[in-house]
């Protein structure tokens, strides 16, 4: 079991370009939630699939950001024209069924906007 | 809405010895699930323990033990024989035991440092 896989480990990109994360959760876990963590805010919910469907976008910043699951073994966050703001770790967990399960976070893709 | 609430911005300790990290939260739901996460140097997130709001008893895993006071609305992580590879980012999150929601809610973490 490799853990949940996040690509690319570093990202930098031009304000204003397109940014794309992937994500590979546990075989068999069934929910897959992103995170975003800075300093100043710390870890904050931005989206979670459960059985690849959305459920909660609620953190999503609306006008830019996107969040697919097309199937099981991978997720995508998309954030178009990116802005310095937008700079941060960008964290992936999966968990199995059931609300007392723990969450397993990939290594995170630190997001670099100049 | 949930909230978790993490007061101690920095703790250090000497190490082998016992070290308690607070942490207070907010919830309307009656059953819920309280969560440690480590953040390693190298940014790594690791779950450590978990306790179930029903459960009377306080959670207890390897060094690791919590100091679970409902009626306070407190999760306190206790440490004990502390090593320097305890050093990290500690995170308190909680869920709610309710349809939908899955999400954790974290709480902005406590640096702990351990000296030799």
């Known amino acids: 079991n490799a853990g949940v896989i996040q690509t690319p480990r570093h990202k930098v990109t031009g304000k204003g370009q397109e940014a794309t994360l992937w994500c590979e959760p546990i075989s068999g876990h069934s929910a897959v939630f992103w995170y975003r963590q800075t300093i100043v805010q710390g870890l904050e919910f931005l989206t979670y699939f459960r059985n690849q469907a959305p459920i909660d976008d609620s953190g999503m910043p609306k006008e830019r950001f996107s969040a697919q699951m097309p199937n099981q073994s991978h997720s995508t966050l998309k954030i178009q024209s990116t802005q310095p703001q937008d700079s941060a770790v960008y964290l992936c967990a999966s968990s199995p069924p059931g609300r007392n399960s723990d969450y397993t976070f990939g290594s995170g893709t630190r997001l670099l906007v100049i | 809405a949930q909230k978790v609430t993490q007061t101690q911005t920095s703790i250090s300790v000497m190490e082998k010895t016992t070290v308690t990290m607070d942490c207070v939260y907010e919830?309307?739901?009656?059953?819920?699930?309280l969560f440690w996460y480590k953040q390693t140097a190298s940014g790594e997130i690791v779950f450590l323990i978990r306790?179930?709001?029903?459960?009377?008893e306080n959670a207890t895993e390897g060094h690791y033990s919590l100091n679970f006071q409902k009626p306070k609305s407190s999760i306190g992580l206790i440490i004990t024989a502390t090593q320097i590879e305890d050093s990290a980012v500690y995170f308190c999150a909680m869920r709610e035991n309710t349809e939908g929601a899955d999400r954790l809610t974290f709480g902005k973490g406590t640096q702990l440092i351990i000296q030799p």
């Open positions: 306790q179930d709001s029903y459960k009377k």
């Open positions: 919830t309307r739901d009656s059953s819920y699930f």
